[in-house]
């Protein structure tokens, strides 16, 4: 239903503003009726990881937003609100899970947490006198010099909610989170124009599931056109054979040279993987031998005559 990404400075109040907007959407759910919506927030403490292992160089850090990114895409619905509880401060970053948003056809927003960076660094050095998780020194210092700070014209930052946790008190930031919570679970329609649904487009949409039994027609009938062309070529002693029958409800194979094996099955793979494209946009593959191998003689045809 939606994906809702936590931004800000690290020991900003993100994990904070994350567990008070979950219980503010699982309170709204339950008022509201909808008991089947689930809220989940996704963070390096659920998936195991150290803040300071992970954020200890590029490497680790790159290999922290895939695991992150991997989780989300598995976990978006439309039965569940996915929080995002990192630091997201990569611009890029935030794109990568404005598309995943786009693809699954679900709702989507930023909520900030500006915290000035001294605050920050105060609220870290607290946690580590006490003996709570804290980042580094040279690891928090490098997280803040290179936060990229969200900016509501971009697609991928908007609609931004902007929490003030050093300086709003509790009524104030309520009232954001309030905010936020009515755009996620807003009942929409066609005259809604305050809550946007992200639209997934051929770029982002993953393949059309076809059943079962289309893939397997198309798997079957493109190779026995591909063991008649062989058993005809070997059946010709050497001679090139430059016809090749399959059915008498279908068009012949016009062959000019010898194909060998490897050829015809890169042509059965590009065929199949086109096939596959077009219905994207078209209509589906062909659900029956006879249409399938009709379509795979037509294209032979085309490729052989060109080649």
Not at 233 to 259: C, E, M, Y
Request: aromatic letters at 6%.
């Amino acid at each position: 239903m939606a994906l809702v990404v936590m931004c800000g400075q690290p020991c900003s109040g993100k994990s904070t503003a994350a567990i008070r907007l979950s219980e503010a959407l699982q309170s709204a759910c339950a008022t509201g009726g909808d008991q089947r919506l689930a809220i989940r927030i996704i963070d390096e403490s659920s998936l195991h990881l150290g803040r300071n292992q992970s954020y200890a160089d590029m490497v680790a850090e790159k290999n922290l937003r895939g695991v992150l990114r991997s989780q989300v895409d598995r976990s978006l619905s439309k039965d569940s609100i996915v929080i995002v509880d990192s630091l997201n401060n990569i611009k890029g970053y935030r794109y990568e899970l404005w598309c995943l948003a786009r693809a699954s056809g679900i709702r989507y927003c930023v909520v900030f947490c500006d915290t000035e960076v001294d605050q920050c660094r105060e609220w870290n050095d607290k946690r580590r006198e006490i003996g709570e998780l804290a980042y580094d020194t040279n690891i928090f210092e490098d997280l803040a010099r290179r936060f990229e700070r969200p900016d509501s014209r971009n697609r991928w930052d908007s609609p931004l909610f902007e929490l003030f946790p050093s300086r709003d008190d509790s009524e104030r930031t309520s009232t954001v989170i309030e905010e936020a919570v009515s755009y996620l679970t807003k009942k929409v329609d066609s005259k809604t124009r305050d809550v946007k649904v992200l639209q997934p487009t051929i770029a982002t949409q993953t393949a059309v599931k076809t059943e079962a039994n289309t893939l397997y027609e198309m798997d079957k009938a493109t190779q026995e056109v591909i063991n008649a062309i062989v058993e005809a070529q070997s059946s010709g002693f050497g001679a090139t054979v430059n016809k090749v029958t399959i059915g008498p409800d279908l068009p012949s194979i016009n062959i000019a040279r010898a194909v060998g094996l490897p050829e015809l099955r890169s042509l059965r793979r590009t065929f199949i993987k086109l096939a596959g494209q077009y219905s994207l946009s078209g209509p589906p593959p062909p659900t029956d031998s006879v249409s399938a191998k009709r379509m795979f003689i037509d294209y032979l045809n085309r490729e052989f005559a060109s080649s």
